[in-house]
């Protein structure tokens, strides 16, 4: 995954991380690590306007995970 978040096409990029929004909500254990490889992911072999599109893609992943997590507090809390 790693490789392909860093890979030099933007729209490999993309999909990837659209991607991973779903392994997110399917396997949200792994969402520490994903964010910690989104969080390495060199943006400058990029245009100006893809590293925007793909810095809002990464922000939608990190509020995904917020929110992910705060609904899993909420069932823990319920059990």
């Known amino acids: 995954m ?3 978040l860093n890979n030099p096409k933007p729209t490999v990029v993309r999909q990837c991380l659209n991607a991973v929004q779903e392994i997110i909500v399917f ?3 792994l ?3 994903i964010l910690q490889v989104i969080g390495r992911i060199d ?3 990029n245009v100006e306007t893809m590293q ?3 810095k809002q893609d990464i922000n939608e992943i990190r509020d995904l995970a917020e929110n992910s997590s ?3 507090q909420t ?3 319920k059990q």
């Open 2 to 4: 790693s490789a392909l």
């Open 27 to 29: 396997r949200p254990e």
């Open 31 to 33: 969402t520490a690590q």
């Open 43 to 45: 943006l400058s072999k």
């Open 52 to 54: 925007a599109i793909i």
């Open 70 to 72: 705060q609904m899993n």
């Open 75 to 77: 069932e823990r809390v």
